[in-house]
């Protein structure tokens, strides 16, 4: 009678108790990961156990405190256990479905989910071995299609405060996650949660403070978790000291009359902790001669002060608290995002235009920001008639691939058909039928024909180039129709310093550039001649861009400034610049270059 009460008992009380369901909710710990649960009234360490598959010693190790009992709306976090594998979809099937993302350094999953206007959820879904706060570069990302472009940016920073706040749940004691707004350096981020920069390394796998990124989710000491994000959009606006965490006020520019001077306040990193930067003392150098040339071609007069702001948030602060600083009206520089915050606030406050001259800006917007950097939604535009269906198109592989260039095309190709080709070098000695080095079967149809090289390697490039020119010239010299075909070049090329530069020319080349100059063309050589006397050297790109920002923007002064130099087209030397307004509210350069290298040794600028 006994054992039967105690039965009874035991099952009266497993009723009574409320069986537990699986958390939705599924986060990654110091590489480890969890499902985050909320207690419920009537949950047991039991009803959890049997839920999620582990043994309840295992609950209780995660989560010291259940020892003490389980009380509702306590957090909890509790070891993913897998399933049984799916089987896997073919490669063929995941790229009909899916774009591949491969991270670049640096890359958070959040500006990830802003490219592709995508939910962060989705992408979580569809990689459910995704770490989100701490990618690897070359980790391989799928991008569902169906969902790009559907995600809004009010869900997307609702998805990852969510994310947030479900680790802070359960962060150990003393630490807690932080989301990185727009501005925020290593320094500021060290100096707010008492610590420093190697501290903050160390607890996010070594994260080096040049590759921070806005939207980052940093792993922080704390007594108290961070505070939640403002209902603002923070990711984009929220630095305390950017003019746009407030409505982004509209700047309205006055064009100076001919007889006023001009001051110009240059701001750049020429040396930092007394190390000497030679590209951006060839931009200073370059400006200077940009400067001359305005006086000596419209006769303004323009004074220039020069900043070295040293990579240093705090002299950046100085020099535009600094009662000389008030003079100038038109501000060049800093070259660096997380630097443009106290400058752009102040342009706002005096209605003053602020030039970034080589940078991308991600984050911050703003009415009084012009930047120079082209526009990179917009890279391909002026070649995508080159993919548009009607061409055969190929993409060349080699030993090794640039996953950047890679994930660029196949992003321009989306559903439209291609083909691979897996090119491997074999010395003419040795030579075999159908070998992988001989090129002649893709050029031999009577399609035109699109061959995009994905090697990164420099030597792959050359010799791929020098094979498909090869198979052209066979093909011709024994009377056949000659192939129609182009390549489709990689801008990160020019660097290369031993590949055969006549190959273009035999190839057709076709680039994307974000700035072009071609030496033997006559506005450049005298470019060239006027630099190397007055410095010694020679030009770089960083020296043409230098004088551009000057001969475009100086000028501008007494004119366009007003119409914030929309409609209007600038070459000061051989790259054309178009500014347009974009949505965020900064003024962009909307100009992509295209290359086109010429089978008779010509080059045709569009």
């Known amino acids: 009678m006994k054992r039967l009460c105690a039965t009874l008992l035991l099952l009266g009380t497993l009723c009574c108790a409320h069986a537990a369901e699986k958390s939705p909710t599924i986060v990654y710990i110091n590489g480890s990961k969890y499902y985050i649960h909320t207690v419920q009234a009537g949950e047991t360490l039991y ?17 010291p405190s259940v020892a003490q009992g389980l009380k509702a709306d306590a957090r909890l976090k509790i070891p993913f256990m897998a399933e049984a594998p799916e089987a896997k979809p073919s490669e063929r099937k995941l790229k009909k479905t899916f774009d591949m993302h491969y991270v670049r350094k640096g890359e958070t999953l959040y500006a990830i989910s802003r490219r592709y206007a995508i939910s962060i959820q989705t992408i979580l ?4 071995n995704l770490d989100p706060t701490h990618l690897r570069p070359d980790e391989r990302i799928l991008i569902r299609r169906k969902e790009s472009g559907k995600g809004s940016e009010a869900q997307r920073q609702a998805e990852w405060e969510a994310y947030r706040t479900a680790l802070n749940s359960v962060a150990e004691k003393g630490y807690a996650y932080h989301i990185v707004r727009p501005g925020e350096t290593f320094y500021s981020l060290s100096r707010r949660f008492g610590t420093t920069e190697e501290e903050l390394s160390r607890l996010n796998n070594g994260l080096q403070p040049a590759d921070l990124k806005a939207g980052a989710m940093l792993k922080i000491p704390s007594d108290e978790p961070a505070a939640p994000a403002p209902a603002v959009d923070s990711l984009s606006v929220a630095h305390p000291d950017s003019a746009a965490a407030r409505q982004l006020p509209e700047v309205t ?3 100076l009359r001919r007889s006023e001077p001009l001051d110009v306040a240059l701001m750049l990193p020429i040396s930092v902790k007394g190390r000497a930067n030679s590209n951006y003392l060839e931009f200073y150098q370059g400006f200077l001669l940009g400067l001359e040339q305005v006086k000596q071609r419209y006769g303004y007069s323009v004074e220039l002060t020069f900043y070295n702001t040293g990579r240093d948030s705090a002299a950046i602060d100085r020099i535009v608290s600094s009662p000389d600083f008030a003079r100038n009206r038109l501000i060049v520089g800093p070259v660096y995002e997380d630097e443009l ?6 342009a706002e406050e005096h209605d003053v235009p602020v030039v970034t001259p080589l940078a991308n ?19 391909y535009d002026k070649v995508a008639e080159l993919l548009n269906g009607n061409r055969r198109v190929t993409l060349i592989y080699a030993g090794s691939t640039d996953k950047e260039f890679e994930q660029e095309v196949l992003a321009l190709l989306g559903d439209r058909p ?43 490039v050359d010799r ?26 990689n801008a990160r090329w020019h660097r290369f310093g031993n590949i055969d530069r006549t ?28 630099y190397i006397r007055a410095f010694g050297a020679l030009p770089t790109l960083y020296s043409y861009r230098g004088y551009d920002a000057a001969m475009i923007f100086c000028p501008a002064m007494y004119g366009d400034i007003e119409n914030d130099l929309e409609n209007t087209t600038y070459t000061p030397l051989q790259t054309t610049y178009r500014f347009q307004r974009e949505e965020g509210g900064s003024h962009v350069n909307r100009n992509w270059t295209r290359v086109n290298y010429n089978s008779d040794y010509t080059i045709t600028i569009e």
């Open 47 to 63: 009803s959890l156990a049997r839920e999620y598959g582990v043994g309840e010693q295992v609950i209780v190790e995660n989560n």
């Open 125 to 128: 879904e569809d990689n459910p």
């Open 253 to 255: 520019f006055r064009a």
């Open 341 to 346: 915050y106290p400058v752009v606030r102040y």
């Open 361 to 379: 800006i991600e984050a911050l917007h703003s009415d009084a920001l012009f930047q120079m950097a082209a526009d990179p939604a917009l890279k």
């Open 418 to 460: 291609f083909t691979r080709y897996n090119y491997r070098y074999e010395h003419p000695s040795v030579r075999r039928a159908n070998s992988p080095s001989d090129l002649t079967p893709l050029l031999q149809n009577k399609e035109k024909n699109v061959f995009v090289i994905m090697a990164e390697n420099e030597v792959d």
């Open 464 to 489: 791929i180039l020098a094979a498909i020119a090869s198979a052209d010239t066979s093909i011709t010299s024994r009377g056949l129709t000659a192939p129609s075909f182009v390549v489709l070049g």
């Open 503 to 530: 190959m273009f020319f035999k190839d057709r080349l076709v680039f994307v550039s974000t700035y072009h100059a071609k030496r033997d063309a006559e506005v450049i050589a005298s470019f060239d001649s006027d």
